[in-house]
C-alpha cells in the first residue's frame, strides 16, 4: 500500500510541477503505453493483453531506430559546423568488463577535481531498455546505441540519454539516473536542484542533499568543464567505436582495463554464488561441463576483450595515440605510477585531488628513491583469488580462454599445487604502451 503511494507521488509530482506542458504529459502517458511493466502501478487496465512482452520489445527497438535516425540528422547539421571544436578538452572513455575494478579505477577520473566531467556507467539505462524478454539483446542494436549515446554525452548532449530512462523525465528532470551518486560532477552545486519533499530519490547524493536531477543543468555544467571522461563496462567491441575516434569534434582516449579471466571468474563465484553452486559441486565430484552456458558466456568475454585488445595494440590510423592497456593487477600494485601513466596518456593534468585520494585509498607510498611502490603483500591482496578457485575450474577458464591469458601476460597453472603456490607470481611482466 504505501509502495504503491510512493510509486504514485514520484509519477505525479512532476505532473503537478508541469502541468501546463501538454506535449509532455502525453509523452509519458505514451510511454506507459507503451510498457508493460508490473510496478507500474498507473498502466491502464485491459491493454495488458496487447501489450504481449515480445511486442513491447519491438516497439522499443523501433522508438530506438527512430531516435537514432533523427541524432544522426541532428549529427549531420553538427558536422557542418566542426569549427566549434575542441580547444584541447579530452573524452576518455574507460571501457571494462565487470569484476575488473573498474569502479575504482573510474575514481582516478571522478577525483580530477573541477575541470571533469564524469559519468559512471550511463548505459546501464540503454542497456536496461534493450534488454529482450529472452534476456539478452540484440548486440547490434545495442552496440549502435551504445556509441551513439557515448557520442551525445561527450558532446554532453543528454537527449538520447534520457530516452532510456525509465520512467522517461520529464522535463528533463529525472529521479532515477542510474549511480548518480557516484559522479561527483552530478552531485555538485550548480547541478543540486532543491529537494522536492515526498519525492524519492533512487541513487541520492552522498555530499549534499539534492533534488531530482535536471539534466539541463548537468548538461550545462559538463560543458563548463574542459575534460569528460566515462566508465562502462557494456561496450563488447572497441571498433564498434569507432566512429567516435573520428569525430572531428572529440578527441578520444580509450583506455581498456582487462584482468586475469581466472580472478574475475573467482570473484563471480563469490558474488553469484547460486549461480555457480553445480560449479563447485562438479570441481569437487568431477568434470566441469565445458558445453554449459556460464562457459559460453566466459568464452564469448574472453574473445571479445582479446580482439578489442588486438586491435588496440594493432595501431590501426584512427586509433594511433588513442588506445591504452592496463591490467588490474598492476594498477592494484602500483596504483601511483599507473594512474600517472594514465593522466599522461590522456594529456591531461594529474591534479593533487587525484594523488591524495590514491594515497588515501591505497596503501601507496613514496618511497625515499622517489619512486611510487605500493603496500608491501599487494601481490597477495591481488592472487588471493588462487586460493578459493578450485584448480579444476581454473584449467576450465585455461582451456577457453587461453589466447586472452597468453596476450595479457598471465601465465598457465599445470597442477594445484602451483595455483596455490606464493612464491610462483601468475602475472609476467609485460609492457603494452609506449605512452
Ligand atoms: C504483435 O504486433 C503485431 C502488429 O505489430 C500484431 O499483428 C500481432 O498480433 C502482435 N502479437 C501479439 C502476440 O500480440
Ligand atoms: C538541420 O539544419 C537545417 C537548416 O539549418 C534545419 O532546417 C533542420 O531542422 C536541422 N535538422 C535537425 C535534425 O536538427
Ligand atoms: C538486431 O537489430 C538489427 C537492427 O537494429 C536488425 O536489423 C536485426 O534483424 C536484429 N537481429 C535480430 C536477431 O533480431
Ligand atoms: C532545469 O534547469 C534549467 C537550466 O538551469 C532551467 O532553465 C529549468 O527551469 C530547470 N527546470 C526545472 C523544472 O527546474
Ligand atoms: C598485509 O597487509 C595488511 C595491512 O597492510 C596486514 O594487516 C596483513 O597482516 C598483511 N598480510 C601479510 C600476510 O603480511
Redesign the pocket.
Known amino acids: 500500500m504505501r509502495i504503491k503511494y510512493t510509486i504514485s507521488l514520484v509519477f505525479f509530482v512532476p505532473l503537478v510541477i508541469i502541468v501546463m506542458e501538454n506535449n509532455i504529459i502525453s509523452r509519458m502517458s505514451d510511454k506507459l503505453a507503451l510498457k508493460q511493466t508490473p510496478q507500474t502501478p498507473l498502466q491502464p487496465r485491459g491493454l495488458s493483453?496487447?501489450?504481449?512482452k515480445?511486442?513491447a520489445s519491438?516497439?522499443r527497438l523501433s522508438k530506438t531506430n527512430s531516435a537514432f535516425s533523427l541524432i544522426k540528422r541532428r549529427l549531420e547539421n553538427y558536422s557542418q559546423h566542426k569549427e566549434v571544436v575542441t580547444r584541447g578538452s579530452k573524452h576518455i572513455l574507460l571501457l571494462a568488463t565487470t569484476r575488473t575494478g573498474s569502479s575504482f579505477v573510474g575514481e582516478f577520473f571522478n577525483q580530477q577535481g573541477d575541470n571533469m566531467f564524469f559519468l559512471f556507467e550511463p548505459l546501464w539505462h540503454v542497456e536496461k531498455m534493450l534488454t529482450l524478454e529472452t534476456g539478452g539483446t540484440n548486440s547490434t542494436a545495442s552496440a549502435k546505441a551504445y556509441r551513439d549515446v557515448l557520442q551525445q554525452l561527450f558532446l554532453c548532449d543528454f537527449s538520447l540519454l534520457e530516452s532510456f530512462i525509465e520512467p522517461l523525465p520529464v522535463n528533463h528532470i529525472t529521479t532515477g539516473l542510474f549511480r548518480r551518486e557516484s559522479s561527483n560532477s552530478l552531485c555538485q552545486e550548480s547541478v543540486c536542484s532543491p529537494v522536492i519533499k515526498g519525492v524519492f530519490e533512487r541513487y541520492r547524493c552522498r555530499t549534499r542533499r539534492c533534488g531530482p536531477l535536471n539534466l539541463t543543468m548537468a548538461s550545462e555544467s559538463c560543458l563548463q568543464k574542459e575534460h569528460r571522461a566515462i566508465k562502462s563496462v557494456k561496450v563488447r567491441q572497441l571498433e564498434n567505436l569507432r566512429p567516435l575516434a573520428e569525430d572531428p569534434r572529440l578527441d578520444v582516449k580509450f583506455i581498456q582495463l582487462v584482468r586475469d579471466p581466472r580472478a574475475v571468474l573467482a570473484s563471480r563465484m563469490v558474488a553469484f554464488a547460486a549461480k555457480y553452486k553445480n560449479w563447485k559441486q562438479l570441481a569437487i565430484d568431477g568434470e566441469v561441463p565445458i558445453d554449459d552456458d556460464e562457459v559460453r558466456n566466459l568464452k564469448g568475454n574472453c574473445d571479445n576483450i582479446r580482439l578489442s585488445a588486438e586491435i588496440g595494440l594493432r595501431q590501426p590510423a584512427w586509433l594511433r595515440r588513442r588506445y591504452m592497456l592496463l591490467r588490474y593487477e598492476d594498477i592494484a600494485r602500483f596504483p601511483m605510477r599507473k594512474a600517472t601513466e594514465m593522466y599522461r596518456f590522456a594529456g591531461i593534468p594529474f591534479t593533487p585531488q587525484v594523488k591524495s585520494w590514491i594515497l588515501k585509498n591505497t596503501q601507496a607510498s613514496k618511497e625515499t628513491s622517489g619512486v611510487y611502490s605500493t603496500q608491501k603483500n599487494s601481490s597477495e591482496q591481488v592472487e588471493k583469488w588462487r586460493f578459493s578457485l578450485p584448480f579444476k575450474i581454473a584449467q576450465v577458464v585455461q582451456k577457453v580462454c587461453g589466447p586472452t591469458l597468453k596476450l595479457f601476460g598471465y601465465k598457465f597453472v599445470s597442477s594445484e599445487e602451483m595455483l596455490t603456490d606464493k612464491s610462483i607470481s601468475l602475472i609476467e611482466d609485460k609492457v603494452f604502451n609506449f605512452v
Do not use: A, G
Request: proline share 0%; charged share 0%.
Open positions: 493483453h496487447i501489450l504481449q515480445h511486442n519491438f516497439t
